[in-house]
């Protein structure tokens, strides 16, 4: 089994930077990659980026430039910079396995104010 859990959610504004953190624990060893996904009001859940075992990384072309994924041991962190409305979210991690498990975290939420 494997837990994660998010953190650093909150409000800000446009224009504002926020870093989430997804800690993970457990039986992590078969882990293939992990991913930022958000979910606006309304709409359905998106992937925001992936980062892998190696280290290699991709982002939506909505958050490029603005968005980083990185890892520090079994920590996963998202850091955003200059915030938009349409950044307004839940962001929720995942994590997959080499078999094919997906695991999930409870979210955390990102208000985004003009």
């Known amino acids: 089994q494997v837990q994660l859990v998010e953190s650093g959610g909150g409000s800000v504004q446009v224009g504002g930077s926020l870093r989430l953190s997804c800690a993970a624990s457990?039986?992590?060893?078969?882990?293939?990659?992990m991913g930022w996904y958000r979910q606006a009001p309304g709409r359905q859940r998106e992937l925001v980026g992936a980062i892998t075992v190696a280290g290699t990384t991709n982002l939506v072309d909505a958050v490029k430039g603005r968005f980083t994924i990185y890892r520090s041991d079994n920590t996963m962190y998202l850091q955003m910079s200059n915030l938009k409305p349409e950044d307004t979210a839940t962001y929720s991690c995942?994590?997959?396995?080499?078999?094919?498990?997906?695991?999930w975290g409870r979210g955390t939420q990102v208000t985004v104010s003009s």
């Open positions: 995942n994590l997959r396995t080499i078999a094919s498990e997906v695991y």
């Open positions: 457990g039986n992590i060893d078969g882990m293939r990659h």
